[in-house]
C-alpha cells in the first residue's frame, strides 16, 4: 500500500516565496510563513511575464512551428500564454513568424500601432529576421526591424519550438530587467505610432519622402538650391487637355450612375 507523502506547507510556502525576498531586508523568523517583502518591480514584472498574451501572426512556413509550440507537446500555456489573441488591442506580445512581404508590411505596422504598451516583439525565422532564402527579392523586406522595434530575434529556417521557448525566456529576461520608474510607456509622448509605411511600385516609410522625392527628381539641383531641381520638386500644373479628358470622364460616369 501507498502512503501519501506528507506536504509540509511552511516548507512549501517559503521555497516559493523565498526569490521574492529582498536581500537586505530581514524579516523576522516568526513572519516568514506570514510576510512576503519584495520590490514593486519585481511583483510589476512578474506579473506581466507570467501573462504575456501572444497576437498570432503566421506570415509562411514558420508558423506552422509556432503552431507547434502553443499544442499540447510543448506547453504554452506554463507561460500563462497558450491562447493566442487574434486583437492586438488584447496583445503584449507580437510573435512575426514568417516571410514579410512589402504588401503584409503595412499591415503589420498598423497592427503594432494598435497593440497597448507594454507591447514587445519578437522576430521568429531567417526570414522575418533578415530576409532569409528570400533576401533581396523584389517582394520581400530584408528584415521587420526596419520597420518596428524588434525586441528578440529567434535565427532558424524554421526555428524549432523549442528554439522559439528560448526566445521567450529571453524575453522574459529582458522584461524581468525593466523598472518600473524607467519604462518608455509612462512617459510624455513615448509611444507615439509608427508611420504606416506606403505601397506603390515599392514600399517606403512616409518619413523618408524628401529623400526619395530629392533623390528621384534630381537631388543635385535642389540640394545646391537650383532653380531647375527646386522647380522639378514643385506639384505640376495639369495640362488643358488632360483636365478636359478627366472631366468627360466624370461626366460619363455620371451619366451611366443616374438611373433610368
Ligand atoms: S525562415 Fe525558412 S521556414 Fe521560416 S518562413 Fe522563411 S523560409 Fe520559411
Redesign the pocket.
Known amino acids: 500500500m501507498t502512503t501519501t507523502p506528507v506536504v509540509k506547507f511552511s516548507e512549501l510556502k517559503q521555497e516559493q516565496l523565498s526569490e521574492f525576498l529582498h536581500d537586505r531586508i530581514q524579516v523576522p523568523e516568526d513572519l516568514q510563513a506570514n510576510v512576503m517583502v519584495t520590490t514593486l518591480d519585481k511583483v510589476y514584472n512578474w506579473s506581466r511575464k507570467s501573462s504575456m498574451w501572444p497576437l498570432l501572426f503566421g506570415?509562411?512556413?514558420?508558423a506552422i512551428e509556432m503552431i507547434a509550440t502553443a499544442a499540447s507537446r510543448y506547453d504554452l500555456a506554463r507561460f500563462g500564454m497558450e491562447v493566442m489573441r487574434p486583437s492586438p488591442r488584447q496583445s503584449d506580445l507580437m510573435i512575426v513568424?514568417?516571410?514579410v512581404t512589402k504588401k503584409m508590411v503595412p499591415a503589420i505596422v498598423r497592427i503594432y500601432n494598435q497593440m497597448a504598451e507594454p507591447r514587445y516583439v519578437l522576430s521568429m525565422?531567417?526570414?522575418?529576421t533578415g530576409g532569409?532564402?528570400f533576401k533581396e527579392g523584389y517582394t520581400v523586406v530584408s528584415g521587420i526591424d526596419k520597420y518596428i522595434p524588434v525586441d528578440v530575434y529567434v535565427p532558424?529556417?524554421?526555428p524549432t519550438p523549442e528554439a522559439l521557448i528560448y526566445g521567450l525566456l529571453k524575453l522574459h529576461e529582458k522584461v524581468e530587467r525593466q523598472s518600473i520608474t524607467t519604462v518608455p510607456w509612462y512617459r510624455k509622448g513615448a509611444s507615439e505610432a509608427i508611420p504606416v509605411p506606403v505601397l506603390g511600385p515599392d514600399i517606403f516609410d512616409p518619413r523618408k519622402v524628401q529623400i526619395i522625392k530629392e533623390q528621384t527628381l534630381g537631388s543635385a539641383g535642389a540640394a545646391k538650391g537650383g532653380a531647375a531641381g527646386k522647380a522639378r520638386l514643385q506639384p505640376q500644373p495639369i495640362p488643358e487637355d488632360v483636365k478636359a479628358r478627366i472631366h468627360a470622364a466624370q461626366a460619363k460616369y455620371r451619366a451611366q450612375k443616374q438611373p433610368a
Not at 59 to 62: D, G, K, S, T, Y
Not at 125 to 128: D, N, P, S, Y
Request: net charge neutral; charged share 0%; proline share 12%.
Open positions: 506570415l509562411a512556413c514558420c513568424s514568417g516571410t525565422g531567417a526570414c522575418a532569409g532564402p532558424g529556417c524554421p
